[in-house]
């Protein structure tokens, strides 16, 4: 199908990544700016519930390889594969989520192609013929647009949460198999095993308040101030990945790009400056509060409201109105 965006899909379990309805909102705006149709690229094994899940979401076309051999196939197999579909497409742009799945696979699938690609994109556009990204830089206090050049199907990873995964006008797609020599596709390393992190008590996904610190509590022993604000909110904590690295926080606490993605109906961040990491695992959030003492943090860019202040100061006084109002202190 050419002259068309195509969206290479995510999906385990059967279960389709949130991050693939993203990329069809961005796709089927470009290709209705353009004039031109909407294809996606689904790879796995016995795909069946997925096509059905995928089928409705406003492409024009879905485009399948179902083969034993993708069942749990490694990253080189599948960008092997993207690649073959994609030469075969001739697509005008691809886009993949910037996932850790996309991480991985947009570089390698660039290179098989000699195509260019650009990762860690907030936005993507067609600008006088020619595929233009906007990308964040110094952690995300500045964005630059960057024009791709033309020599093949430029691919673009975009971030989690900058492209909402809005209602599409209902569409059916045909589905189309495609037809890949697995034979062909030389196989170096194999995955043996799929290692879960195991079930925890804490899920900040499932969290309808967040309370999110970062580097700006400056201390460990400060973390119970922000853990007493969440339970009195009656939310859960969570925080920004600079805590996890230094050990502060588990991992199952981290929330950004490495670590888990969360819309909760309020995300209050703490001393959180708003590196497009954790952008882009909060920005679907409901309501988002960002307290911070740098009025030019980028978290205030994505904040409903905004508050400049020591959060030594603000957050014991939320936490205290927040036990008023359910009565637990005299008022």
């Not at 009195?232 to 888990?260: F, I, T």
């Not at 309020?266 to 409901?286: E, F, K, N, T, W």
């Amino acid at each position: 199908m050419q002259s068309s965006i195509l969206v290479i899909t995510e999906h385990w379990n059967g279960q389709v990544d949130g991050i693939t309805y993203q990329m069809l909102a961005k796709g089927r705006q470009l290709a209705d700016s353009l004039g031109i149709g909407l294809a996606a690229l689904v790879l796995g094994y016995r795909l069946d519930g997925v096509i059905a899940a995928l089928q409705e979401k406003g492409m024009d076309v879905l485009l399948v390889v179902d083969h034993a051999q993708l069942a749990q196939a490694g990253a080189e197999v599948q960008a092997s594969v993207i690649a073959e579909a994609v030469r075969q497409m001739q697509p005008r742009l691809v886009l993949i989520g910037y996932s850790l799945v996309g991480m991985e696979l947009a570089p390698a699938i660039a290179a098989k192609l000699g195509a260019p690609v650009m990762t860690n994109c907030v936005n993507a556009e067609i600008i006088d013929g020619a595929a233009v990204v906007t990308r964040p830089l110094f952690d995300g206090t500045l964005h630059a647009k960057i024009a791709l050049e033309d020599k093949g199907p430029p691919l673009v990873a975009v971030q989690r949460g900058a492209t909402p995964s809005v209602q599409l006008p209902p569409r059916t797609a045909s589905v189309q198999p495609v037809s890949v020599d697995m034979g062909s596709i030389p196989v170096r390393s194999e995955v043996l095993e799929v290692i879960e992190e195991p079930v925890s008590d804490v899920d900040i996904a499932k969290a309808d308040i967040i309370v999110s610190v970062g580097r700006g509590i400056g201390d460990k022993e400060k973390i119970p101030m922000i853990e007493e604000l969440a339970q009195a909110l009656g939310g859960l904590m969570a925080c920004s990945r600079p805590l996890v690295d230094l050990g502060w926080l588990p991992r199952e606490r981290q929330v950004g790009a490495s670590g888990k993605s969360v819309s909760p109906k309020l995300y209050v961040a703490c001393g959180i400056s708003g590196a497009s990491q954790h952008l882009s695992g909060m920005s679907d959030s409901r309501m988002i509060v960002a307290i911070n003492k740098d009025p030019n943090a980028p978290i205030f860019q994505v904040a409903h409201y905004g508050v400049v202040a020591d959060l030594f100061e603000i957050v014991p006084a939320l936490t205290e109105e927040a036990k008023k109002a359910k009565g637990e202190v005299a008022s």
